[in-house]
């Protein structure tokens, strides 16, 4: 059964600060990994989707890189700004639904 | 792109009060449909799959009595959470997929049960 563990469970930064986000899947088997954006009491918001024959995609001040082999994923966020204060999700998708990781709740610092 | 929309976006009802939740697909078919619920500072965990004209396949430790999907076209699937308990509260959020396509989701209901 997949499992998603993402690390730090929660971090605080100054704005401005470089910042990365991890997450870790136990099932190399996956057909793609999802970053998204949860604001509180919302939904979901999709940031980056990399397919499982890629290395890294990028959007804006956001890249995501993957190493399928190791179970890895980073999302890096640059000059982080106290619009990013959010809860970062992760996801795989296998053959199964998403699979989502518990989230990294950012706070960033005016 | 791709747009899924749920309603509503949050019910406070009674103890005992049946409340149905829809999920719809506006610009693709969703030839499936997933719903996830989610407790406060906790992931989304999958409740259950179903397959526009097939039952619902529900998860394990989700009652299919309590949690009535029903995904009756390609565009509609609903959630209906059967004599809703306070225990019930959550977030609840749908998602839609066509074919091997990814995920889309909705904006989530705020179920709250007094």
Not at chain 2, 24 to 34: E, G, I, V, W, Y
Request: glycine share 6%; hydrophobic share 35%; with cysteine.
């Amino acid at each position: 059964k997949q499992e998603v563990t993402q690390i730090p469970a929660a971090l605080s930064v100054p704005e401005g600060e470089n910042l990365v986000l991890n997450c870790s899947f136990t099932d190399s088997a996956i057909y793609n990994l999802q970053w998204f954006r949860q604001d509180p009491g919302k939904g979901l918001t999709s940031l980056l989707l990399i397919q499982s024959s890629q290395r890294e995609q990028t959007s804006g001040r956001l890249n995501a890189s993957l190493d399928k082999s190791s179970g890895r994923s980073t999302l890096y966020i640059a000059a982080s700004q106290p619009g990013d204060s959010a809860t970062y999700l992760c996801a795989v998708a296998g053959n199964t639904p998403l699979v989502f990781g518990k989230g990294t709740r950012l706070s960033v610092i005016a | 792109g791709a747009v899924v929309s749920q309603h509503p976006s949050r019910v406070i009802c009674k103890s005992g009060t049946s409340v149905k939740i829809e999920c719809r697909s506006l610009d693709f078919q969703a030839t499936t449909m997933f719903w996830y619920r989610q407790f406060p500072k906790q992931s989304l965990m999958l409740m259950a799959t179903s397959n526009e004209g097939s039952k619902a396949t529900y998860e394990q430790g989700v009652e299919k009595d309590k949690f009535l999907i029903n995904h009756a076209s390609l565009t509609l699937s609903t959630l209906t959470v059967t004599s809703a308990h306070p225990e019930d509260s959550s977030f609840y959020i749908c998602s839609a997929r066509e074919a091997d396509q990814p995920q889309h989701f909705g904006d989530g209901t705020r179920l709250s049960i007094l």
